[in-house]
């Protein structure tokens, strides 16, 4: 049995919150080391380097909040927290700065906007993700929002799933374009819609399992079954003790849910899903999968409510202040319903807006400095913690997303959206394994003794029908010198491009080397430091 194993044993991490009421009171020094990995299942880290502060992290199903939630996130933010909140890649928000002895207060301002952390980290069902747009799209399928709501209720605080053998990510959503990326997720719904027998349409989902990025990457494989909306809890009910009973409790680095159904198999899966199954379900459909790798809902998009339009706008980085928390809240109140949507792209959404308010919103929120009408970098730009606060991560990410997309905006003219996911360590919580362009942080030599913040560059990762993780490309760059290598690749491709390519095509026919030449334009040959990843034997992904 691993150490983390015999911490969850020995007591529930749901067990731990009284632990820390009493902690703020007896001081960080009296906190018991097991019990910092159970504060976990209350969506609390310690902050790097571990002396007093940690990370507080709270769920958002679906990324939906209303403006007395987000009032309360912005009063936490300038209180506690130095004046800066995250959006997080499954469309939470996370603070840092805190101490044991905020908690108490911070708890109860949560609790009183009815916003939890139970299950934000630690091993155990996690945020449900979904579409931030559900609802009011009127491409959607159908509109996912209670079943996200019955799951979420669900798995909460429900001890017969609070200690799995490791973190368990799921989404739900009725998209057409699958925003909520189920193919990286341990279970991913998605909407459906077949034509039985008798003519009659029929809604439901398709269910996939078995996706994560991390170190060894997986896109979740499609169980073969038809999931009629009112049997979704009865399915993840099913994939989640699978995975609670049978998941690998002896190595981390095997215990995720991907490696279960990598080691079984799919059809073993699948004929244990079925096995705890009190109903026979039909077996599914070739749905169609969306072709386009971008997914973020930003801009001014017309709502299936005459009249009303949603507008969403780019916020780099995912960083807020203070300030631009209260004025996100404002907008929200003054000119839509009173609610606000995250997007795990980082990213907001204002929904229920008239069509005559539309600019003064697009206004007041580029006055905030929320973009709008953003560039095709800037609108899907993402990245992890970096090591200003993680304790895994090598480099530096939020000031260098920000910088690298600042430069190709005025180096680059480009008419197609380009994701660019930065992480700064291997683990991937910054998605980089499925961007257009991945980075991930390393650390690089520079004479004797000094080394600074590095990036190894991946390319042609995407999502939807022609899902394809990324290939390493050049090694080690320097971190300052990341944005011109961008710059170099994007425009020698918008030269060089033929008239039916797009960026991820383009990509795919063009070897290694020539994609390494293409970045090391004006680069130095003999500055030592950044190399073609091939011929340094970068671990492939």
Not at 137 to 147: H, I
Not at 242 to 271: P, S, T
Not at 454 to 464: A, C, E, I, K, P
Request: hydrophobic letters at 35%; a negative charge.
């Amino acid at each position: 049995m691993n150490e983390n194993e015999r911490i969850k044993k020995e007591k529930d991490g749901l067990d731990v919150f009284e632990d820390i009421l009493r902690y703020a009171t007896s001081g960080f020094e009296s906190i018991h080391p097991d019990d910092f990995t159970r504060m976990r299942w209350y969506g609390l880290y310690q902050q790097r380097p571990n002396e007093g502060h940690f990370m507080l992290r709270i769920k958002v199903p679906s990324g939906y909040l209303s403006s007395d939630q987000l009032q309360a996130v912005a009063d936490i933010t300038r209180l506690y927290a130095r004046g800066i909140t995250d959006i997080t890649t499954r469309q939470n928000f996370q603070f840092h700065w805190l101490t044991i002895q905020d908690l108490p207060d911070i708890f109860d301002r949560l609790n009183r906007v009815r916003i939890s952390t139970a299950g934000a980290c630690g091993d155990i069902f996690r945020n449900v993700t979904g579409c931030p747009v559900a609802g009011i799209d009127p491409d959607e399928v159908f509109d996912a929002r209670p079943w996200v709501n019955l799951i979420n209720d669900f798995f909460q605080h429900n001890r017969d799933y609070s200690d799995l053998p490791r973190k368990f990510k799921t989404s739900i959503a009725g998209c057409s374009l699958h925003c909520s990326q189920p193919e990286i997720n341990d279970i991913g719904a998605t909407a459906v819609r077949r034509v039985r027998a008798n003519g009659d349409e029929e809604l439901g989902f398709q269910v996939r399992v078995g996706g994560g990025l991390s170190a060894r990457p997986h896109f979740a494989k499609r169980l073969d079954i038809f999931v009629p909306q009112d049997r979704l809890l009865s399915i993840f009910e099913a994939v989640t003790g699978i995975f609670r009973d049978n998941g690998n409790r002896e190595n981390r680095k095997r215990a995720r849910l991907k490696f279960l159904v990598d080691d079984w198999g799919i059809e073993r899966f699948e004929e244990e899903v079925r096995a705890r199954l009190d109903w026979k379900p039909d077996t599914g459909e070739q749905w169609p999968e969306p072709r386009r790798n971008f997914r973020d809902h930003i801009g001014v998009h017309a709502q299936k409510q005459g009249g009303l339009y949603w507008v969403g706008a780019s916020v780099l980085s995912g960083r807020l202040n203070d300030e631009q928390v209260y004025t996100v809240a404002r907008i929200a109140d003054e000119f839509g319903q009173g609610s606000i949507r995250t997007t795990n792209q980082q990213n907001l959404l204002f929904p229920d807006i008239p069509q005559a308010r539309v600019d003064e919103v697009q206004r007041a929120l580029e006055n905030a400095g929320l973009i709008v009408d953003a560039s095709p970098f800037r609108r899907v730009a993402v990245a992890c913690t970096g090591n200003e606060f993680c304790n895994l991560a090598l480099t530096e990410t939020k000031r260098l997303i920000v910088e690298i997309v600042e430069h190709l905006e005025a180096t680059v003219s480009i008419d197609e959206p380009i994701r660019i996911n930065l992480n700064g360590c291997p683990n991937s919580c910054g998605q980089h394994h499925i961007g257009d362009i991945g980075l991930q942080g390393c650390l690089v030599k520079q004479g004797a003794g000094v080394t600074v913040d590095g990036y190894d560059v991946f390319l042609g990762g995407r999502l939807g029908a022609d899902s394809k993780f990324v290939r390493p490309i050049w090694r080690k760059v320097p971190a300052t010198n990341v944005k011109f290598a961008i710059e170099n690749l994007l425009n020698g491709y918008v030269e060089a491009r033929e008239e039916e390519d797009d960026f991820s095509s383009f990509v795919d026919r063009h070897s290694d080397e020539e994609l390494a030449d293409l970045m090391k334009t004006s680069f130095a040959e003999d500055a030592g430091t950044s190399v073609p990843a091939r011929s340094h034997g970068l671990v492939e992904v």
